[in-house]
Structures are given as structure tokens and as C-alpha cells.
């Protein structure tokens, strides 16, 4: 019997999963509706006393095989036995086409086709834990129609400086907002009879030197800001599987560090699934699988050469490993796959790949994340009543994201982009004049492919080629309204490299810049997945829409916001500085380091330092604007006085005195004025996505558990909730507070 889930009644009707999926999201709905919580099943141990003969059976090469890739993306099977491998997959952006068994090279299936999703980023925009919830289970069904175990996602590590590479895939600076999109997301996909595997553990946080990097945070920072999500993962969702860092932390690589793996994974959040290390991420043998590390993946060398390999087989049998740490290791492997129903498949799921629904799931995300930023005239919603003509301007209004980059893409037969989304909405009166307006280039210096302080990553070429330029500046002279498609792609945001500035790449500031000098009608588009320097653009413009890597529906669903079929409701998930030097890493001089890195600015990551030190953003976190208005009203609490095991009930009301129906994003800040440590000036502790008709008004409620309110006190090693007076606030961003109320807490 599949995973009972908990979540809030509105699923059924915002979300609206089709099928069978919208049958069960009924039963469990009506069956749970007064929780809010998801709800994630454990590893079984029903089998223990079978999987201790199992091994009993084994071979120390039979052992080892299970221990190590035997193929890119699988282990070995031990068919005497009737055990098979544990196959995987990347998964963020979707299951991963099929790939050689001993390269990275494609293996040319023609049925290996798959939906893409959102990245993480667009994900998060959405502030909506009922479609992270719908994005696992759809990826979920998706993975076990390929027959996969593990899905190597979510990736859920802190945003801390702009210029990460991977910032596109993460889903926030925030810990709290992590959290709540990373537990739905996880309990979807193994209700599926597929493993998450939850990256990268731990503080992997930059791309720059991520092989060797030394990471020194304090305790205290660290259990705040930078473990909240995983702790989640494994105490909320009971995720199955988690990945090793490539860095090290004080001192010991992730996938070697006892800390990390045994003491705070396992002993003290109780993980008992199995820990995968990312590929080539392994240094020791030894001590790793003391450590904890069950499984060794990689690429650089042959696969019996593995460290869990012909070294693991030599040091058991030299006595320099006693074989029953691998014994543990094999066993949670088998825990594994009899709690996934893959080694003797009875009652496993099926699933389903590329269909239609998995396409409407992907819309469905993608509608709920694009953030308008500025519309200062009133341009958008664009009316076509009165438009004859449209100029689409930019490579981004062509541009394919689904591949590319450094890392795991998708094989689609679906990716709309957003020219061909403005092709399947704008009506037939409509001329769209199209001109590329820039080039997508990349420097062949080699120095120059180093960038300022990249490993490898790409450095464009900003010059506008002359033609390119005039054609665009025609196409806008000569069209009722321009729409320039700006940003960034998956080339330039990518794994394995941090970016070198927040400059806008390819001479497309220059760009919009003319469009708007010929074209004051203009509306500006940004599809990217972290911030740039966009100030000037900014200011420029009046109409202004940030978009992400956005899916196989990307495009239609950009379109229909753009057009006004769907009222805008994402929300930035991180904070956009005006300049590099304001975000905290870079403030405090501890980005990218060297060998070392410390993380000097502490608990005040992203808006926190933002607020706290009052340097002001070009846009907050939490910002993102609405073609209605919402009005916060009459802010309360149930009581005064609150004791450090209870609950506080917070209840608003929301009235939407627009004249068009839409969805606002209701963010809970506690600020502790009183407070005997240092704090920062707001934490989010709550929110809630709530549906409000034009002209109507809905109360709210946010639960608070005071416990939220604790704080790592490191002496103590425990978290401890001060007492005295705590600011509870409610805005639509960290920097638009609408409504404040004290509570005391004893």
C-alpha cells in the first residue's frame, strides 16, 4: 500500500491532478484535511532476519560489487541470490536519458524520453508545498517507468553567494522555505517506489575548488541555517538515500567524515537508509565505509579499480577492515530494495513516462513561479485588442534548456519556448516579428575560460554583432509593443563552475537598452536561474517578469501570464543585490577562498543579512507582484502568552481589492528584539499561498510552533527557545511588512 501522505483540502482544487492521482488526492484529502503536514514512510525492517541470511551467503566480492558502480549509474547484481542492481538516475530537471554503461556518452535509446521540469529555483518561486509535492510524485512516476531506484534529487543545498553555478537547481537562501519544499517533494517521489537521493550533504555551497575545499562553519550557523532541510528530509520525509559532498568539512572529506555521516545523520537524526557518494568523491576506503558511506559511485578510472573495490576486497581480508562494516553497509543496501519492492517486484508500482498529465504537471509548476517584477504603466497584462504587431527580441525567446550546461539534463520531445509559446496564445490578428537580437558566445582564450575566480566556467563574448543589432531595433520601431528575452541559459549557469560577476552576459544590456529608446512599449523578459546585475535594466524599464529554466510548458506557461490567463503569483526565492559586494558572502571577503573557506557572515545568509545590516536589495526576497492587489488586514493571535511546547495560532485576513482573481503568498517574519544572542532582524517562519477572487476577502491562519523559534546553543549542544517578547509579522516580502503583533513567551 502506497505512502499515506498529509497535506490541506485546497490541493484538489488548486492543483487539480488529473486521473486516477486526482482520485487519491481526494480520499486522502477528505481523510486528512485537518493536517498540514506531509508525511513520509520509513525503510522496513520486516525482512532483516531474510537479508542477515542473504548475507550469511555472500561472498566479501559479492559484497564489494553491491558497494561500487559496476556501470555509470548502477551497482552490481548477485544473481545467484536474486538480488539486482540498484539502478539510478539524475533527476532534478527530470530522469536523465540512458547513457553508455562505462562513458558519458548517450546510449542512443529511442525510449528513453522524459518530461522536464522546472528547475529548482522555478520550483521554490512558487512558495506552493502542494506543487513540490506534485512535482515528486510526477518525477516519481517517471522514474520507476524506467526502472529506477534511486532518483539522484533533490538538490537542496543553501544558496549563499549569486554567483554559484548551481544556483538554478538549489531551491533558496532560506532555511525554513528549503524545508517546506524539500519534505513534499521527497514523500512524492517514494510514495513511487523510488528512492531521493538528497544533495550534497553537506555545505557544498560553491562550485569554485568543490573537489578539495575545506569548509569551516561554526556549529551554531551550521545547524540554522545550512542542515534544517536535510534534517528534514530524514526526520519529516524519511528520505531513503543521501549524497556525499565532494568538499570537505573541518578537515575530512563528506564522504569520509564520521561527523557528518554517523553522528549527526544517523545517531542523531536516525537515517537508517544508505549514503551514495557523488561520483569520484571517494578518497579513502577505509575511512569511508567506517564513516558511513555505503555506496562508492564515480567516472575517472575503471570500475574494479573503485575503492569499494579490488581495495576494499584486500584490506577485509588483511584484517585492516573488519568485514562487518561492510556487512552494515550491504544490509541497508538490501533494507533498501525490499523497502522499494525491487528485489522480488511484487505490488511495485509501474509509473508512467512523457505523458500528457506529466506535461499539465509541469505547466502547472511553471505558471505558479514566473515573478513579475516591476509594472510601473500598467503594460501587463498585454491586451491584444488594440496590438497589431509584437517584436520578439533575444536568443533566450529560442533558447532550449532542457540540455546543456555541465551536468544532467533531459531528453524531451516537449520544450516551448517562449516565442513558440507567444505562437500558441497570441491570436491570428497578431504579427509576431522575431529578430535574435544577440549571439550566445563563449571566448576560445584559454585564460580567459578561467574567468576571474571560475574553475572552468564559460566567459562570453559581449560585443552585439552590428546586423543583429539594427534588425532588432527595426523589428521594435516597426511593432506595436517589443518583448526582449534576456538572461542567461544552461551553458552559462552550470555545474562545476561558479560564475565570475553578476553581469549580464552577451552584450544584452546594451540591447534592451535600445529596444527601449525606439520602443518605449517595451516589456522585459529575464529567464535565468540566479541574479544578475539588472539594476539599470531596472529602472529603464516598466515592465519587467523574471522567468526560469522552466520546463517542457515553459513557454505557454510564460505566455500566459505575459497575456493575462494567469495572474503572476512566484515569489523570489533568494535576495537580488544591486551590486555583488552587498550579498554577505561577498561582504565579508570568504567567497570562493582558497583551500579554505570560512563562512564569516555567520547566520546572516540572504535577506538576513540584507535586513540586519540595512543595505538595501534591489529586489527581497519574498518580492514578487500581482495584475491585482491584496490588502492584510486585522493581525492576531489566539493569546498572549505562549510556553515553549505550545503552538501559536496567527490568523489575517486577505482581501483582493482588484479587479482580476489571484493567488498571494503570505510570509511570517519573527523578529526577537529581547533576545541575549546575536539574532537577525527577521527570520521566516511560516507562509501560505492563498487563492482570493476579485473582491473577496479570506481569513488565514499560520501555525507557529514556538519550538520554530529555538536557537542552536552551541555550549549546551541543544536547541533552546529564550523567553520574552517575539515580533511576529506578516508581508508579502521580507522587506513589505503589512502587519505586526507581540507575543511573550514564557
Known amino acids: 500500500m502506497k505512502t499515506k501522505f498529509l497535506y490541506i483540502l485546497t490541493l484538489v482544487v488548486t492543483v487539480q491532478i488529473t486521473s486516477c492521482r486526482e482520485n487519491k488526492a481526494v480520499e486522502v484529502a477528505t481523510e486528512k484535511m485537518i493536517s498540514k503536514e506531509y508525511e513520509g514512510k520509513p525503510i522496513t525492517h520486516e525482512y532483516d532476519e531474510k537479508i542477515d541470511s542473504l548475507i550469511a551467503e555472500m561472498t566479501i566480492e559479492e559484497k564489494s560489487g553491491m558497494l561500487h558502480g559496476n556501470s555509470m549509474f548502477a551497482t552490481k547484481a548477485v544473481g545467484r541470490l536474486g538480488i539486482p542492481e540498484l539502478t539510478m538516475a539524475d533527476g532534478p530537471l527530470g530522469v536523465r536519458e540512458e547513457i553508455s554503461l562505462d562513458s558519458w556518452a548517450a546510449a542512443g535509446w529511442d525510449n528513453d524520453f522524459a518530461t522536464y521540469y522546472p528547475a529548482g529555483g522555478g520550483l521554490a518561486a512558487t512558495w506552493n508545498t502542494e506543487l513540490s509535492y506534485l512535482f515528486g510524485t510526477s518525477v516519481g512516476e517517471e522514474a520507476i517507468a524506467r526502472d529506477k531506484d534511486v532518483l539522484l534529487s533533490p538538490a537542496i543545498?543553501?544558496?549563499?553567494?549569486?554567483?554559484?553555478?548551481?544556483?538554478y537547481e538549489y531551491f533558496t537562501e532560506d532555511p525554513f522555505l528549503n524545508k517546506k519544499i524539500t519534505v513534499p517533494f521527497i514523500v512524492g517521489v517514494q510514495e513511487n517506489d523510488v528512492a531521493v537521493c538528497v544533495k550534497h550533504y553537506a555545505a557544498n555551497n560553491q562550485e569554485t575548488n568543490r573537489d578539495f575545499v575545506d569548509v569551516q562553519i561554526d556549529e551554531r550557523t551550521l545547524r540554522e541555517i545550512y542542515l534544517p532541510a536535510f534534517k528534514a528530509a530524514v526526520t519529516e520525509a524519511n528520505a531513503y538515500s543521501f549524497m556525499g559532498a565532494y568538499n570537505k568539512f573541518r578537515g575530512e572529506y563528506l564522504c569520509e567524515n564520521k561527523y557528518m555521516l554517523t553522528d549527526v545523520l544517523r545517531d542523531e537524526?536516525?537515517?537508517n537508509g544508505i549514503v551514495i557518494s557523488d561520483w569520484a568523491a571517494v578518497h579513502d576506503t577505509k575511512k569511508s565505509i567506517e564513516s558511513g558511506l555505503d555506496v562508492e559511485m564515480g567516472t575517472p578510472k575503471?570500475?574494479?579499480?573503485?575503492?569499494?573495490?579490488?581495495?576494499?576486497?584486500?584490506?577485509?581480508?588483511?584484517g585492516e577492515i573488519a568485514e562487518a562494516d561492510v556487512d552494515k553497509a550491504v544490509k541497508r543496501i538490501l533494507q533498501l530494495m525490499f523497502t522499494l519492492k525491487s528485489i522480488d517486484d511484487k505490488g511495485r508500482a509501474k509509473g508512467s513516462i512523457n505523458t500528457e498529465d506529466h506535461f499539465q504537471d509541469a505547466y502547472k509548476i511553471a505558471a505558479e513561479s514566473v515573478v513579475l517584477l516591476k509594472n510601473e504603466k500598467g503594460q501587463l497584462p498585454l491586451n491584444t485588442d488594440n496590438i497589431k504587431s509584437i517584436a520578439v527580441i533575444g536568443n533566450n525567446a529560442k533558447k532550449k534548456n532542457a540540455l546543456g550546461g555541465f551536468g544532467a539534463g533531459v531528453?524531451?520531445?516537449?520544450?516551448?519556448?517562449?516565442?513558440?509559446?507567444?505562437?500558441?496564445?497570441?491570436?491570428?490578428?497578431?504579427?509576431i516579428n522575431y529578430a535574435e537580437g544577440y549571439l550566445e558566445r563563449y571566448s576560445n582564450d584559454e585564460k580567459a575560460k578561467l574567468g576571474d575566480i571560475t574553475l572552468n566556467g564559460p566567459v562570453t563574448i559581449d560585443e552585439l554583432e552590428p546586423e543583429m543589432l539594427e534588425e532588432a531595433i527595426e523589428a521594435a520601431k516597426n511593432s506595436d509593443v517589443a518583448i526582449v528575452f534576456a538572461g542567461s541559459n544552461r551553458d552559462y549557469e552550470t555545474e562545476a563552475s561558479d560564475r565570475a560577476?553578476?553581469?549580464?552576459?552577451?552584450?544584452?544590456?546594451?540591447?534592451?537598452?535600445?529596444?527601449?529608446?525606439?520602443?518605449?512599449?517595451?516589456?522585459?523578459?529575464?529567464?535565468?536561474?540566479?541574479p544578475f546585475d539588472i539594476q539599470e535594466v531596472s529602472e529603464k524599464s516598466s515592465a519587467l517578469i523574471?522567468?526560469?529554466?522552466?520546463?517542457?510548458?515553459?513557454?505557454?506557461?510564460?505566455a500566459d501570464v505575459i497575456l493575462g490567463k494567469i495572474n503572476p503569483s512566484g515569489k523570489l526565492p533568494w535576495t537580488m543585490p544591486k551590486k555583488l559586494e552587498d550579498s554577505p558572502a561577498h561582504a565579508t571577503y570568504s567567497f570562493p577562498g582558497d583551500k579554505n573557506v570560512t563562512y564569516t557572515e555567520g547566520i546572516l545568509v540572504g535577506y538576513r543579512w540584507f535586513d540586519t545590516k540595512n543595505v538595501e536589495p534591489l529586489y527581497p526576497f519574498g518580492y514578487g507582484l500581482s495584475y491585482t492587489n491584496f490588502e492584510f488586514s486585522d493581525l492576531k493571535?489566539?493569546?498572549?502568552?505562549?510556553?515553549a511546547d505550545e503552538t501559536i495560532e496567527v490568523s489575517f485576513n486577505i482581501k483582493n481589492s482588484g479587479s482580476m482573481d489571484g493567488k498571494e503568498v503570505a510570509q511570517l517574519y519573527v523578529s526577537d528584539p529581547e533576545s541575549y544572542v546575536e539574532k537577525a532582524a527577521k527570520e521566516l517562519k511560516g507562509f501560505k499561498k492563498v487563492e482570493v477572487k476579485s473582491g473577496n476577502s479570506k481569513q488565514v491562519t499560520i501555525n507557529l510552533p514556538v519550538s520554530e523559534l529555538a536557537y542552536y546553543n552551541e555550549v549546551k549542544k541543544e536547541w533552546l527557545v529564550e523567553s520574552g517578547i517575539y515580533n511576529i509579522k506578516i508581508g508579502n516580502s521580507s522587506r513589505n511588512i503589512l502587519g505586526e503583533v507581540s507575543v511573550q513567551i514564557n
Do not use: C, H
Not at 553567494?161 to 548551481?166: D, H, I, V
Open 269 to 271: 537524526w536516525g537515517f
Open 302 to 318: 575503471p570500475f574494479n579499480e573503485f575503492f569499494y573495490a579490488g581495495s576494499l576486497i584486500e584490506k577485509v581480508k588483511a
Open 501 to 530: 560577476s553578476l553581469k549580464l552576459p552577451f552584450g544584452q544590456e546594451e540591447l534592451i537598452q535600445k529596444v527601449l529608446e525606439v520602443n518605449p512599449n517595451t516589456i522585459v523578459v529575464m529567464i535565468a536561474g540566479a
Open 157 to 167: 543545498n543553501i544558496i549563499r553567494t549569486p554567483l554559484g553555478g548551481r544556483t
Open 637 to 643: 493571535t489566539v493569546k498572549e502568552n505562549y510556553d
Open 411 to 431: 531528453k524531451t520531445k516537449r520544450e516551448v519556448t517562449p516565442l513558440e509559446g507567444l505562437q500558441n496564445r497570441l491570436p491570428e490578428t497578431v504579427t
Open 546 to 558: 523574471w522567468s526560469w529554466f522552466n520546463g517542457s510548458e515553459g513557454g505557454n506557461a510564460l
